[in-house]
């Protein structure tokens, strides 16, 4: 099998418009761990919002990365074998950042999120993920993270899809080398430690899988997906994702297309 360690985004990349997998994805899926592949997903969710969908893809064992991969999990017991995020001082100073101008933030430990608002785009957000927020009143979210002392994964801000690009710009220098701003979706801006992204979470199940990075391949749609994409070897972007991938991808069918299966069926071939 040519990669026999295949990683998926989820959102954009196997689920479709309407929040469901297909069927042909699934059998696709199956047939590669039948022949002996491993199958991770990598995405941007939380624990709480990727583990309930697993099912659908017929993972029940194995290995799943959330928060761009600063958190990896073992499926079946929940254990998590990788456990990072920001540091206090840094996660306290993202969110300052990020309230600026009056945004919609979200800041995420491993097992809840919290936002500084309530809103028809949370009430969209909590639907598509499947979670609920809790919601902070009465200070802002970065004097909150301090009271509360809060181990923070994962920070974004929800803004419209014209901000997101001079948001990421804005933020930028700003961050300096200690943090980066991504995006895994038009609508979201998320921030990050350096070190922890779906690049790094390939660094670790190839170190965990004990497979050189050569022989695994990655397969996603937006901006996070990208240091996925390079530390690959197997580089698949579907129709639907953003120029930035597919520049640098072997571009396949579609989210709504089943663009996955086949580049599973590229995953199979052999050498």
Same mark, same amino acid.
């Given at each position: 099998?040519?990669?026999?360690?295949?990683?998926?985004?989820?959102?954009?990349?196997?689920?479709?418009?309407?929040?469901?997998?297909?069927?042909?994805?699934?059998?696709?899926?199956?047939?590669?761990?039948?022949?002996? $592949?491993?199958?991770?997903?990598?995405?941007?969710?939380?624990?709480?919002?990727?583990?309930?969908?697993?099912?659908?893809? $017929?993972?029940?064992?194995?290995?799943?990365?959330?928060?761009?991969?600063?958190?990896?999990?073992?499926?079946?017991?929940?254990?998590?074998?990788?456990?990072?995020?920001?540091?206090?001082? $840094?996660?306290?100073?993202?969110?300052?950042?990020?309230?600026?101008?009056?945004?919609?933030?979200?800041?995420?430990?491993?097992?809840?999120?919290?936002?500084?608002?309530?809103?028809?785009?949370?009430?969209?957000?909590?639907?598509?993920?499947?979670?609920?927020?809790?919601?902070?009143?009465?200070?802002?979210?970065?004097?909150?993270?301090?009271?509360?002392?809060?181990?923070?994964?994962?920070?974004?801000?929800?803004?419209?899809?014209?901000?997101?690009?001079?948001?990421?710009?804005? /933020?930028?220098?700003?961050?300096?080398?200690?943090?980066?701003?991504?995006?895994?979706?038009?609508?979201?801006?998320?921030?990050?430690?350096?070190?922890?992204?779906?690049?790094?979470?390939?660094?670790?199940?190839?170190?965990?899988?004990?497979?050189?990075?050569?022989?695994?391949?990655?397969? $996603?749609?937006?901006?996070?997906?990208?240091?996925?994409?390079?530390?690959?070897?197997?580089?698949?972007?579907?129709?639907?994702?953003?120029?930035?991938?597919?520049?640098?991808?072997?571009? =396949?069918?579609? =989210?709504?297309?089943?663009?996955?299966?086949?580049? /599973?069926?590229?995953?199979?071939?052999?050498?």
């Amino acid at each position: 099998m040519k990669y026999p360690l295949f990683l998926s985004d989820f959102d954009g990349t196997l689920v479709r418009g309407d929040g469901t997998i297909s069927e042909t994805n699934r059998r696709a899926i199956a047939a590669y761990r039948a022949a002996g $592949g491993i199958f991770a997903v990598c995405t941007g969710r939380g624990l709480g919002s990727i583990l309930p969908r697993l099912p659908e893809l $017929g993972l029940e064992e194995g290995l799943v990365a959330a928060y761009q991969g600063a958190t990896i999990a073992d499926i079946a017991t929940g254990k998590l074998l990788k456990n990072d995020g920001f540091s206090p001082e $840094g996660a306290v100073k993202v969110a300052r950042l990020l309230e600026q101008d009056g945004r919609h933030v979200h800041v995420y430990t491993v097992d809840a999120f919290y936002s500084n608002m309530e809103d028809d785009a949370l009430r969209l957000y909590e639907r598509v993920c499947g979670v609920k927020a809790n919601i902070v009143t009465g200070m802002p979210l970065s004097a909150f993270i301090g009271r509360e002392h809060l181990r923070i994964v994962k920070e974004l801000a929800m803004v419209h899809k014209e901000e997101r690009a001079p948001l990421i710009e804005w /933020l930028t220098p700003r961050l300096g080398g200690e943090y980066y701003a991504t995006s895994s979706s038009d609508f979201l801006v998320e921030v990050m430690p350096a070190t922890q992204s779906k690049g790094a979470a390939v660094d670790f199940l190839c170190e965990y899988y004990a497979l050189p990075r050569e022989k695994c391949a990655a397969i $996603g749609d937006q901006l996070n997906d990208l240091p996925m994409l390079m530390r690959a070897s197997g580089k698949f972007a579907v129709a639907n994702a953003e120029e930035a991938l597919r520049a640098h991808a072997h571009v =396949v069918a579609s =989210v709504e297309e089943d663009g996955v299966a086949e580049a /599973l069926a590229i995953a199979m071939q052999e050498e």
